[in-house]
């Protein structure tokens, strides 16, 4: 089945965040992490390689709470358990400290998400 590459890209650099890895070595850095192919997986990050069970399989090992319908089918959380907020409703500060990358990352998506929406319309 066809992925968009995105997805993988958002999944990789929401490891490697987490790790702390510079950007541009995110994808060498979480193949060498999980001991994958940096060339199969650089072709599912550009749409280019056709993705099996075999690798929804690997992904839901690596990232167990992902949420399958925003992989297949472009919902807008990438990971179960995660809320769907406005980003009016919630400011970036809480509480005196900075909202995490992960839940910028996953606002950031919805709005994505949304606008892909509105323009398919």
């Known amino acids: 089945m066809y992925v968009d590459g995105e997805k993988f890209v958002s999944l990789i650099a929401t490891y490697c965040k ?11 850095m979480f193949c060498k992490d999980f001991d994958l192919s940096y060339n199969q997986w650089h072709a599912y990050t550009k ?4 993705v099996g069970t075999k690798i929804i399989q ?6 167990p709470k992902m949420n399958l319908n925003w ?10 358990g995660v809320e769907k907020h406005s980003m009016v409703e919630e400011p970036l500060v809480k509480y005196g400290k900075v909202v995490s990358n992960l839940e910028l990352m996953h606002k950031l998506e919805e709005m994505h998400a949304d606008i892909k929406k509105q323009y398919q319309n």
């Open 71 to 80: 992989f297949i089918k472009d919902e807008p959380n990438m990971f179960i």
């Open 18 to 28: 987490d790790k702390g890895y510079p950007e541009k070595s995110y994808l060498p």
């Open 47 to 50: 749409g280019k390689q056709v």
């Open 58 to 63: 690997r992904l839901i090992d690596i990232f």
